[in-house]
Structures are given as structure tokens and as C-alpha cells.
């Protein structure tokens, strides 16, 4: 992804920082104001990113979501209202894809196609969780990322900024407000089929998110061979139906879980799960040949 700033004419200040297993991003248009609180607001923000990263990590025994792991099978265990809503919305996006977005790991026990009951029970009265199964375990790659943005940009909101672009990974990714400009922020996704200066088309980003998964974005030793990150749920297996799925969404976390679904359910399924899906205003899903498909409004000029 090339400097968000750099057809703007405009300084910017930026400050990175490594979290959550990749590095996040936060630009900020300078727009005369002083470097140091510039500074300071992104300090915040990078803050905030690690403090989720502290709490959701699978691999910190430390963690909050080690703690639920350890326990939500033998007893509720009680949660923060922050973390309350990131389950919630888990399993709000679990039923609406079908089960293709499961953030559970070793606690398949449905048939293709079929869902059982919710892998993860949520008491709203008590703000607690729960698993059903003993051996039900919960992974949040998939959406933590997302949130942490989401939560890094309310910080930036609380500080006074206006404009701001943020990124984890350059995967996920959330614009505040507008560009330098005072249009919306272009974002180019590459067309993972083609050379590297080749793209699918540039998104237009004002006050929301955009989240693109692909099978090359990542490579984990299963079953005796390096087979895909992304976890096809129906077939336990690293198999993806799509090259690529590009979601816009007014949440990160939103964006960030459904384009992991839509990547999962490949162009034949993707309508359906996007008239299913709640919260998204665009979606690109490309196949291995043939035009990407485009759904929702148009916030994608070609090239």
C-alpha cells in the first residue's frame, strides 16, 4: 500500500508500531498542527491497539482470552462489556454466514452446511460467556485486528482528530474522516493474479473501513504440509473457494470478519451471505478467472 498522503501534496506524520503478530499504521495529515500532539495522539492510539493485543492474544497465558479458554467450558466466565460486544458480534456473524466466519477452533460438530447450535453462549443480563463443549477453544485472528482498530480510532476521536488513516497489516484498514484533500481516501487492492503493479480498482474510504483477505496472505504447517491461513469450517481444511474478498464496512471489526467470509464462500455464495450480512455497505469477491463481483454501492473506481 503506498503512502495514503503521497498524491495529497500535504505532510503527514506517521508512527508505526508492531502488534497482534504485524504493524500498525497511524497517519495523520499535519494540517499546521503541533508535531508533538500529533504525536501524543498517536502514542494513544498505538497504546490502545497494544493493550487489545495484550488481552486477545491466543499465546499469552496472561491473556484475557487464555483466561476464557481455560475456564467458559466449566463455568460462565464474566467479560467486559468491550469484549461482550466483539463475541457478540462473532456469533451474530457465525449465523449470518453460515457458520463461515467461526472463531471457534477444535469444536466442529456440525455436517457441511448445517449449523448447531452457537458455539459460544452469551448471557447479556450477566455479561458472561460460555462454552458448550469442553473442547471449544476461540481464535480471534479474524476479527481482533478490526476491533483494535476500531477502538485505536475512538481514541484518536476523544483526542479532537478529524483526519487519520490507520492500518494493521495493510489488510485492515479504517480512514477518520476525510483525506488531506477534503475528498475521500483512495486505497488501491491488488490484483493478487497479475504483477504486483497491477490493481482490482481503488477504493474511495471517508469515516469507515476496509478489510481484504486472500489466501497468500499467509501460510500455517497443517496436516503435514503448508496449506493456506484462511480455515475453510465446513471441510476442516485450508481450502478457499475465492482469490480475494474486499469488504467496506463502517466498522473494522465488521469488515475485517467478513471478508474472511466471503473469501471462505467464493463468488457462487457470496450474493446470498452479502443480503445475509449486516453492517456492509461494499463487497468485492475475485475469483481464480473471470471479472471480480462487485456488491452493495459503488466506492470503486477501476484500475
Known amino acids: 500500500m503506498k503512502n495514503p ?77 468491550e469484549i461482550f460486544e466483539l463475541l457478540r458480534a462473532c456469533v451474530e456473524i457465525w449465523e449470518r454466514s453460515h457458520g463461515l466466519f467461526d472463531v471457534t477452533v477444535d469444536s466442529c460438530s456440525t455436517e457441511p452446511g448445517e449449523l448447531s447450535d452457537p458455539p459460544i453462549l452469551l448471557s447479556e443480563k450477566d455479561l458472561t460467556v460460555t462454552f458448550p463443549l469442553n473442547s471449544t477453544r476461540v481464535d480471534l485472528g479474524g476479527i481482533g485486528k478490526g476491533f483494535a482498530l476500531d477502538r485505536s480510532a475512538e481514541i484518536l476521536r476523544e483526542e479532537g482528530v478529524t483526519q487519520a488513516f490507520l492500518h494493521g497489516g495493510t489488510s485492515t484498514m479504517v480512514a477518520l474522516g476525510s483525506s488531506p484533500t477534503g475528498s475521500s481516501w483512495k486505497i488501491a487492492v491488488r490484483d493478487p493474479r497479475r504483477d504486483e503493479s497491477e490493481s482490482l480498482g481503488t477504493f474511495s474510504l471517508r469515516d469507515g473501513a476496509l478489510s481484504v483477505s486472500a489466501p497468500h496472505g499467509g501460510k500455517v504447517f497443517r496436516e503435514g504440509s503448508y496449506q493456506s491461513h484462511l480455515l475453510h469450517p465446513e471441510r476442516r481444511h485450508g481450502g478457499v473457494e475465492s482469490g480475494l474478498a474486499a469488504v467496506l464496512s463502517p466498522l473494522a471489526m465488521v469488515a475485517d470478519a467478513w471478508s474472511t467470509a466471503l473469501v471462505l464462500a467464493g463468488k457462487e455464495r457470496a450474493r446470498e451471505l452479502f443480503l445475509r450480512a449486516n453492517g456492509l455497505s461494499m463487497a468485492l469477491v475475485l475469483g481464480e478467472t473471470g471479472e471480480p463481483l462487485v456488491l452493495g454501492e459503488r466506492h470503486l473506481q477501476n484500475g
Request: net charge negative; aromatic share 8%.
Open 5 to 81: 498522503c503521497a498524491d495529497s501534496g500535504v505532510d503527514c506524520f506517521r508512527l508505526a508500531r508492531a502488534a497482534m503478530g504485524t504493524r500498525f499504521e497511524i497517519v495523520l495529515p499535519t494540517g499546521g498542527a503541533e508535531e508533538s500532539w500529533l504525536r501524543s495522539c498517536a502514542e494513544l492510539a498505538l497504546d490502545e491497539i497494544e493493550e487489545w493485543d495484550r488481552q486477545l492474544s491466543l499465546f499469552r497465558k496472561d491473556s484475557f482470552l487464555s483466561l476464557i479458554n481455560r475456564e467458559a467450558a466449566v463455568r460462565p466466565v464474566p467479560v467486559t462489556p
